[in-house]
């Protein structure tokens, strides 16, 4: 199905709204057109393109909810669609915490949309598939990689008078090299809302050189090491920490940000002075969609950590009615001020630590302190008197962002970045942090 | 890599369309089936397309994925959701290389459209082709069905019944220690039709169902607060597996907790969670260091996945995906060698895509390949991978093993983990008797936190529960404790189990791979297992 306008989306909005008897009803209209091309072994594997677009309509009779989802349009189906949604209203329990879909509200778009993603072809990602098989294949060394490309619109409305449309793009780009004999591995990601930022050529530059220098890898004991993050190093381990952030978990004493005794830490001094951390759906190099779709309420630009103490929490419209507090949509990017250093100025007065690339397969250890565990990945290097000397075999560590932002020594320059298995975009710079707990070494490479 | 990120799905239209399971409809018209004869002419017309246009290969896998989900959050229901998502899969092979297209459009000009868009796709893809793609043979079998065997079907269940029961669980948890509980009832059926040019046409029905839940106790005044998950799995049964019969509970070492086999009680165990939660808060801290570890099979299944399950991806050893599940040390030289002891003598380790309630139970692949089970280690030696027809030639095999699958009709079918279980032992041991000879160690039931490194090397795994054994005597309870180890060393410290009486299956709903990612259903058995001196380490730590 082709790409749908704001008329369209609002004429069909308004239809399904008219067919609804039910006490409030909420539309959300989702069309993307994704396009990828994923090759391994300096050999494409396979290519696609998805179309899809999808209509919820999510329904309530006093406080029971019912929700359906449809990929259809024609008058029919959409009547199809109010009529399950309102069935399963009908056979849901009544749920005491149902909340009602916010009053009418403006949304101040954000600039999304990028004309020269939008335009990407099938050419255009077998290009960036060929700048690094070739480039490979030339040195001697083996490519697998990842590119997506993605225009989409996103929809919103209720019967209360909220209307939201808006459309927008991305890029992402991952790219392993390994070299031929398996001993060394490097990698590379990149993100960007307007592919005109993204350079494939220098992305798979950077990923050769970590594989070069990262084979004949040295074993150092595991320990408490200085090191330097980029920021494919914390992405995910900051994405744990933000997921975090609820406010009802905290009042209910079941997250890091719970007081003893009762209440949350909200104010408290829990990092480094140097910790500045914010949401800003209007940011002009990570904007996202300026309202959060879970509750159709209107995102803000808002402080998260201050001059390292908790500046805001996310609350519930159900949380924040009960405890007094105003509700507004949950953050879709996370920004964290930093310096204007490059990785390798961080490097240059660093008189010994580690170098870490990237950290992988990241998992919660203990809420209480979120303590996570995970492994360093493609490119793990030794630093003394401000260069790098040799690769290092990759560490697991155990380690909590919170213990991680309390022990920063320096910020480098903020990029773009998505994580492995984060839901936010962020802009975050590379750390310098002291003591970060390696507990064991790993063969892997 | 083994995802959890469906525990913070909760209500609304956002999360329903953000459930790995496709679009919502009423309960009603579950049941109907497509009918097979439409499903043929389909196939039979994207077939016709693809060869046409130049194929010399084609698939065509009709899909109808129907499910139910139903999320809790302590005494309420947080939302209720009936999804559908219905379409067809056209891969085909064109110039040697493999093409692949997918459309909702379920009409004949939906599908051959779909099917020439493959084969376009395919003779693009050619131009940046070193090597054919060479399919190993696999005869075609006509017509044929098979389906889950499934005594209560969810889809006839009410609504009311299902909320019932998982209210009257959360309330059982609040009650015995419990602060909060979360609990899901995931319920899934596949209604999948393949065909191919190699003459086969075969319809299957799968079901399959799972019931997590997560309890916390919370301590205020000391501000500590602790989880148990449930001690259930997910299984490719129907709803008689919610059944709870007296013969399938399972008394653990030492009396600690009970434990189940073919049928869960749902109630019971969230009891148990609660009362353990809250024990958890005031349990002793390990002390780090070296302990004999025995495993629960409610535990063990995380494990083998991460630890054998994924090392033994012929995919992955060869480097198909590098840039991001990772590779393998279980490198074909190894497997070659007929030498490498990937385990202790004892350890025996097996692909089955046969065994009834399991989650890769199914009686074909998703390229028409009949399942069935192999030998991955045999006593203690690596002796085989997980391949598909693409694959088996690498390996010197002239057949499939029958490990291709696509979690929907909109994504290309790959190669994934079938059921990697470690066999049960021939001497006839208890779980009591695998403790008696343990100086110090530490009894785990319940899979926790777990991490593996890119080629399978080094991993560490928590649990649920953890119990001291000191003197081969089951003791007090224990916190903080992960171990970590090497996956070689691991299985190689394999000193005993238990037989076949304590076997059981354990098991994941979304083990993920693949660019763009899928996921996929896999169980692992094992009896309870012992493996000596393995590092223990304290998680516990301070911040702010």
């Not at chain 1, 103490?309 to 519930?316: F, Q, T």
């Not at chain 2, 056209?90 to 599908?111: L, Q």
């Amino acid at each position: 199905m082709k790409i749908l306008n704001q008329e369209e989306t609002k004429r069909i909005a308004d239809k399904v709204m008219s067919l609804s008897k039910a006490d409030e009803c909420v539309v959300t209209i989702n069309g993307s057109r994704t396009g990828n091309i994923r090759y391994a072994r300096n050999a494409v594997s396979t290519a696609g393109l998805v179309e899809n677009t999808q209509l919820a309509v999510s329904v309530a009779f006093g406080k029971k909810q019912g929700t359906s989802v449809i990929n259809e349009f024609d008058d029919k189906s959409l009547a199809k669609a109010v009529q399950r949604a309102e069935e399963l209203a009908k056979l849901a329990p009544e749920n005491p915490e149902f909340m009602p879909t916010p009053d009418k509200q403006a949304f101040k778009s954000s600039d999304t949309f990028s004309k020269s993603t939008d335009a990407i072809n099938p050419e255009y990602r077998a290009q960036v598939a060929a700048y690094s098989i070739e480039a490979c294949r030339k040195k001697g060394l083996v490519a697998a990689g990842f590119f997506t490309d993605q225009s989409s619109y996103e929809t919103v409305a209720n019967s209360r008078g909220v209307f939201g449309h808006q459309s927008q793009t991305g890029i992402d780009f991952t790219c392993t090299v390994r070299t031929e004999d398996g001993r060394g591995s490097g990698w590379v990601r990149r993100d960007a809302q307007d592919v005109a930022r993204f350079d494939p050529r220098a992305a798979a530059e950077v990923a050769m050189e970590k594989a070069i220098r990262s084979a004949e890898a040295k074993a150092l004991e595991p320990g408490r090491y200085t090191v330097i993050l980029e920021p494919a190093a914390t992405s995910d381990l900051l994405a744990y920490m933000f997921n975090s952030f609820d406010a009802r978990s905290a009042d209910e004493g079941r997250s890091f940000l719970a007081k003893k005794g009762g209440g949350n830490r909200m104010g408290e001094k829990l990092f480094d002075e140097q910790v500045n951390v914010w949401a800003d759906p209007w940011d002009k190099d990570i904007p996202v969609l300026p309202w959060d779709n879970q509750t159709l309420l209107a995102r803000e630009r808002m402080d998260i950590i201050k001059n390292g103490k908790i500046a805001s929490m996310n609350y519930s419209p159900f949380w924040g009615k009960k405890q007094g507090q105003r509700a507004i949509g949950a953050p879709g990017n996370i920004l964290m001020s930093g310096g204007s250093k490059s990785t390798e100025e961080l490097i240059a007065s660093t008189k010994k630590g580690i170098l870490v690339t990237r950290t992988w397969y990241i998992r919660m250890v203990d809420p209480q302190t979120v303590l996570l565990t995970g492994l360093t990945r493609d490119g793990t290097f030794y630093i003394e008197n401000g260069k790098i000397k040799h690769p290092v075999k990759n560490f697991r560590f155990n380690e909590s962002p919170v213990s991680m932002l309390n022990n920063i020594e320096e910020l480098g320059r903020p990029e773009v970045l998505a994580g492995d298995e984060s839901q936010f975009q962020l802009l975050i710079p590379a750390m310098k942090v002291r003591d970060f707990n390696f507990t064991s070494l790993s063969d892997a490479v | 890599m083994e995802r959890r990120a469906f525990l913070n799905m909760s209500g609304g239209a956002m999360a329903a369309m953000m459930m790995p399971f496709g679009r919502a409809i009423a309960a009603d018209e579950l049941i109907k089936p497509v009918e097979v004869k439409f499903k043929k002419m389909l196939a039979d017309t994207a077939m016709t397309a693809a060869t046409q246009a130049g194929a010399s290969y084609c698939d065509v896998r009709i899909g109808r994925y129907l499910n139910q989900f139903i999320t809790t959050r302590d005494l309420n229901i947080e939302n209720v959701t009936n999804t559908e998502s219905a379409g067809v899969g056209v891969r085909v092979i064109a110039n040697g290389a493999y093409g692949f297209a997918a459309t909702s459009d379920m009409s004949p000009d939906g599908v051959a459209g779909a099917a020439r868009q493959a084969v376009a796709i395919a003779k693009a893809n050619s131009k940046l082709q070193a090597l054919g793609v060479a399919l190993a043979p696999t005869p075609g079998v006509g017509e044929v069905s098979w389906a889950t065997p499934i005594k209560k079907d969810w889809r006839t269940v009410p609504i009311k019944e299902k909320a019932d029961l998982l209210i009257t669980a959360n309330k059982g948890a609040l009650e015995s220690g419990a602060s909060f509980i979360q609990s899901l009832l995931f319920q899934v059926n596949q209604q999948k039709y393949f065909a191919s040019t190699d003459g086969s046409y075969i319809d299957q029905d799968l079901h399959r169902l799972w019931v997590p839940f997560f309890a916390t106790a919370v301590d205020k005044g000391t501000g500590k607060f602790r989880s148990r998950s449930d001690l259930g799995t997910p299984v490719g049964m129907g709803y008689e597996y919610l059944d709870g019969r007296k013969e399938d509970k399972i008394k653990a070492a030492g009396g600690v907790a009970t434990l189940y086999n073919r049928s869960y009680d749902l109630i019971e165990d969230a009891k148990a969670a609660g009362r353990q939660a809250k024990e958890k808060l005031t349990a002793k801290s390990v002390e780090p260091g070296k302990y004999d570890l025995v495993l629960s099979p409610e535990h063990m299944w995380l494990t083998i996945h991460e630890s054998v399950g994924h090392p033994t991806e012929l995919d992955r050893v060869l480097g198909y995906e590098a840039n991001f599940a990772g590779t393998s040390f279980a490198t074909l030289d190894k497997q070659q060698s007929k030498k490498f002891k990937y385990g202790s003598d004892l350890v025996n380790i097996e692909a089955d895509k046969t065994i009834p309630g399991s989650l890769g139970a199914v009686g074909y692949d998703d390229e028409g390949v009949k399942c069935k089970h192999w030998d991955l280690i045999k006593d203690g030696i690596l002796v085989n991978y997980q391949a598909t027809r693409d694959q088996v030639a690498v390996i010197g095999e002239k057949e499939s093993h029958g490990c291709s699958y696509a979690d929907s009709w909109s994504n290309v079918q790959f190669q994934r983990m079938p059921n990697v279980s470690l066999k049960a032992g021939k001497k006839k041991i208890t779980p009591d008797e695998l403790v008696k000879d343990v100086k110090k160690g530490i009894y785990i039931v319940g899979a926790g936190s777990f991490s593996i490194d890119q080629q399978r090397y080094n991993f560490q795994f928590g649990g649920q529960m953890f119990y001291e054994i000191k003197d081969g005597k089951i003791g007090q309870m224990l916190e903080d404790v992960a171990y970590q180890s090497n996956t070689q060393e691991f299985w190689n410290a394999c000193t005993a189990m238990c037989d076949e009486r304590d076997w059981r299956m354990g098991g994941s709903f979304f083990d993920g791979k693949g660019q763009p990612m899928q996921v996929s259903a896999v169980s692992h058995g094992s009896s309870t297992t012992r493996f000596n001196g393995i590092n223990v380490i304290n998680t516990a730590r301070k911040i702010g």
